[in-house]
């Protein structure tokens, strides 16, 4: 199955067996990537040497904050995509937490997503309230 014919199915196929493997097969595919780059992220931090020229230390601290920072996003994201797996498991994949559906075309661009597009503008928007009232 690929995203087109994901996309034609009838809405009453909604996070069928079908549905939940394509979302699978997709995660694991991003998970495989992530562990590669995060990978490659640590052989690369590993080989970045300490040099006593001031000048070079700061370039090489540069690179080495970057590339932490690199490793931190995908493991932030690895662990979304092991939280979706499970959400598959318990079949509460594809539903936001507030019960509505989340959407296959939000799914395929973000298969971590917890929330539904209504509900996670309604958290931004509060988000943003909190903070001007905060300041």
């Known amino acids: 199955m690929n995203k087109k014919d994901l996309l034609s199915m009838s809405s009453d ?14 995660i694991n595919v991003q998970i495989s990537e992530l562990r590669m780059r995060i990978g490659e992220s640590r052989f690369e931090l590993e080989r970045l040497e300490t040099v006593p020229d001031p000048g070079d230390a700061a370039t090489i601290e540069e690179q080495r904050q970057k590339v932490t920072s690199s490793i931190n996003r995908d493991s932030k994201a ?6 979706a797996l499970n959400r598959i498991q318990d079949q509460s994949y594809g539903y936001c937490e507030s019960g509505a559906q989340i959407g296959l075309q939000r799914l395929l ?19 943003r309230h909190h903070a001007r009232c905060a300041n």
Do not use: H
């Open 13 to 26: 196929d909604y996070m069928s067996e079908v549905q939940l493997q394509f979302f699978r097969d997709l």
């Open 78 to 83: 690895l662990a979304e995509l092991s939280e």
């Open 109 to 127: 661009v973000l298969p971590s997503a917890r929330l539904c597009v209504e509900e996670q503008e309604r958290r931004e928007s509060r988000e």
